[in-house]
C-alpha cells in the first residue's frame, strides 16, 4: 500500500483572543425548495488576512457571533467545515466556503434557535464576520491523493467537506475510484445533488449514493441509512474496499460510524480498524452503542463526527 502523506498545515493563525474580520460574498440555499431544514452555502472573502492560501479542505473555520448571551457570557465559538477544495471556492484562493445549517428545535413548551448557525444564516453579503482557524490536522485529502481509491460517508452538514475533496481530487485529474455515500432523512435533503448528480455522469470513476431513511426502504422492509450501503451496494463498494490503497472517510452525526464499522466488521474489512480488545467470535453480538469500546478509526479510516 502507498504511504498515506498528511499535508502539513498550519493551526490557528487567528483565535479566540485574536480573530480576523472577513467579508461574506454568498449566502444561498443548498436544499431543495420544499425541504422542511434550512441549510445554506456561506462564502467568505479572506484577501488580505493570514487565511488567504493557508486553509486546507479537512480543515474547520471558528465564527464568533457578536452579543452576549445567558449567563452575561460572550457567545460560545463555533467550528464549522471548509466545503470549499485548498485552492479556493472556484479556485479563487481568497474565497472560502462552509455548509450552515439553521438549528432550530423545540425544548419542552419554547422554541430555541442555535445562535450560531442562524447568525450566519442571516448574513448578507457585505456584512463582516469575526473568524478564527483554521483548526483540524488529520480529516485531510493525503498529499498522495492520486494513489488511493476513496469512500466518503456523509449525513447531513457532514457534506461539507466531501464537497471540497471530491472537487479537489477530480480539478486535479483524479482517476482512481471514488464513492460519495450520503444520507439524510428525505429527498429534499440532498445537499448539493445537482452538483454531486453532474459529477457522477461526467466522471465514471465517481459514483453518488443515496440513503434517504425516512422515503426508501431495503428489500427486507428496513431503512436505508450510510451503513445499510456497504450491504446493499457491495457488488461495487467491497472490491474496492478491499484494495489496499482504500481509503474511508466519515463525516456527521456522532453515532453514524457505529453503523459502518460494523458492517465492516461483518463483512471482514478488519484492516480499516484497530482492535482495542477482542472480538466475540459473533459480531452480531456486540451492541453498537458498543462499537467504540471494541473498535478505532485505523490508519486507513478518517473520522469527524458531532
Same mark, same amino acid.
Given at each position: ?29 443548498? *436544499? ?22 493557508? %486553509? ?42 462552509? *455548509? ?77 475510484? +471514488?464513492?460519495?455515500?450520503?444520507? +439524510? ?24 449514493? *443515496? ?16 451503513? *445499510? ?10 472490491? %474496492? ?66
Amino acid at each position: 500500500m502507498s504511504e498515506i502523506i498528511l499535508p502539513e498545515v498550519e493551526l490557528n493563525i487567528y483565535s479566540k483572543k485574536n480573530p480576523v474580520e472577513v467579508t461574506v460574498v454568498e449566502n444561498y440555499v443548498v *436544499t431543495k425548495e420544499s425541504s422542511p431544514n434550512y441549510v445554506r452555502h456561506i462564502t467568505f472573502d479572506i484577501s488580505g488576512t493570514d487565511l488567504a492560501g493557508r %486553509v486546507r479542505v479537512g480543515q474547520s473555520i471558528g465564527i464568533l457571533p457578536p452579543g452576549i448571551g445567558d449567563g452575561g457570557r460572550e457567545h460560545k465559538l463555533r467550528l464549522y467545515s471548509i466545503s470549499s477544495p485548498s485552492a479556493g471556492e472556484r479556485g479563487e484562493r481568497h474565497l472560502i466556503s462552509t *455548509t450552515v445549517k439553521r438549528t432550530i428545535e423545540e425544548l419542552g413548551d419554547k422554541i430555541y434557535l442555535g445562535v450560531a448557525s442562524n447568525y450566519l444564516a442571516d448574513l448578507k453579503p457585505g456584512e463582516k464576520v469575526n473568524m478564527t482557524g483554521p483548526s483540524g490536522r488529520r480529516f485531510l485529502l493525503p498529499e498522495n491523493a492520486q494513489d488511493f481509491n476513496f469512500i466518503f460517508f456523509a449525513t447531513g452538514t457532514g457534506i461539507a467537506p466531501f464537497r471540497g475533496m471530491i472537487r479537489e481530487l477530480f480539478d486535479n485529474g483524479y482517476n482512481k475510484e +471514488c464513492f460519495l455515500v450520503f444520507g +439524510c432523512s428525505y429527498r429534499t435533503d440532498l445537499l448539493y445533488s445537482d452538483f454531486f448528480e453532474e459529477m457522477h455522469e461526467r466522471n465514471p470513476n465517481f459514483n453518488y449514493i *443515496t440513503c434517504i431513511s425516512r422515503e426508501e426502504r431495503r428489500t427486507d422492509g428496513s431503512k436505508r441509512y450510510v451503513q *445499510t450501503a456497504l450491504d446493499d451496494h457491495k457488488d461495487i463498494l467491497a472490491p %474496492v474496499l478491499s484494495r489496499k490503497n482504500t481509503l474511508i472517510y466519515i463525516c456527521g452525526m456522532k453515532g453514524m460510524e457505529a453503523g459502518i464499522y460494523y458492517e465492516l466488521l461483518k463483512q471482514g474489512f478488519y484492516d480499516y480498524l484497530e482492535l482495542k480488545q477482542d472480538l466475540p467470535a459473533d459480531v452480531s453480538e456486540i451492541g453498537l452503542n458498543q462499537m467504540k469500546e471494541f473498535v478505532k478509526p485505523g490508519m486507513r479510516t478518517f473520522e469527524e463526527v458531532y
